[in-house]
């Protein structure tokens, strides 16, 4: 059982390059998520998703797109990086929509925009 | 909407000493309340959460933190910190009708010196 599994660990792109972090997740969670880490201002959630085929914004979701096309993966796109998105990015997950049910999160993905 | 508040950005304490982070949030419906861990380079741990029941909870590592609704805190603390504990701590709040969407407060750093 791997838990919630992110790639890349690290990446450094150029301003205005585009890529995506992927996220899978292998326990059959319905709730999946995408939060940035910023010095200072915690985690921020960017968008998350409560079921295949439903993505919904967060509190910083601009410059960001999701989808949702199955329960396993729930892949971050950046269509042109800013430096202002350099950040430590984690996807969580969790079952359903009971308030009991933990929270999983990644490992973190390290990304650079020069 | 939800807001999260820890009180210390930074601490500094020998090892042995007491350890008390302060977190209060604003937030009118019924909360779950969790304190998660980062160790230098690593992902979130969970430390401990809150959902019901007892207000005081005990977690891992000797944590524990008590829940006062009447004042919306969810302080955490431990007796005898080690050097092993240097980390950044965040609280984070949680409604129980929203999934699995966390609020995170913007952390503290803790550094335990010899």
């Known amino acids: 059982n791997a838990g919630v599994t992110q790639t890349p660990k690290f990446q450094v792109l150029k301003t205005g390059q585009s890529m995506t972090l992927q996220c899978a997740q292998d326990?059959?969670?319905?709730?999946m998520s995408w939060y940035r880490q910023d010095p200072g201002m915690g985690l921020r959630l960017i968008h998350y998703?409560?079921?295949?085929?439903?993505?919904d914004q967060g509190e910083v979701p601009n410059g960001y797109n999701v989808s949702r096309s199955t329960t396993e993966d729930f892949p971050l796109r950046l269509l042109s990086a800013a430096p202002s998105q350099t950040s430590v990015y984690f996807c969580?997950?969790?079952?359903?929509?009971?308030?009991?049910?933990?929270?999983?999160f990644g490992e973190g993905s390290w990304l650079t925009v020069v | 909407a939800q807001s999260v508040s820890q009180h210390n950005h930074h601490v500094i304490l020998s090892e042995a000493a007491s350890l008390e982070l302060g977190c209060n949030y604003s937030?009118?419906?019924?909360?779950?309340l969790f304190w998660y861990v980062q160790y230098p380079g690593q992902h979130l741990q969970l430390l401990l959460k809150y959902f019901s029941g007892d207000p005081l909870v005990k977690g891992i590592k000797g944590f524990e933190a008590e829940f006062i609704k009447s004042k919306f805190s969810f302080n955490l603390r431990k007796p005898s910190v080690q050097w092993s504990d240097t980390a950044e701590y965040f609280c984070?709040?949680?409604?129980?009708?929203?999934?699995?969407?966390?609020?995170f407060g913007a952390g503290t750093q803790v550094v335990v010196t010899p």
């Open positions: 969580a997950s969790s079952r359903g929509r009971n308030s009991g049910n933990t929270i999983y």
């Open positions: 326990m059959n969670h319905e709730y």
């Open positions: 984070a709040v949680k409604s129980t009708d929203s999934w699995g969407k966390l609020q």
């Open positions: 937030y009118g419906g019924t909360v779950n």
């Open positions: 998703s409560v079921g295949a085929g439903i993505t």
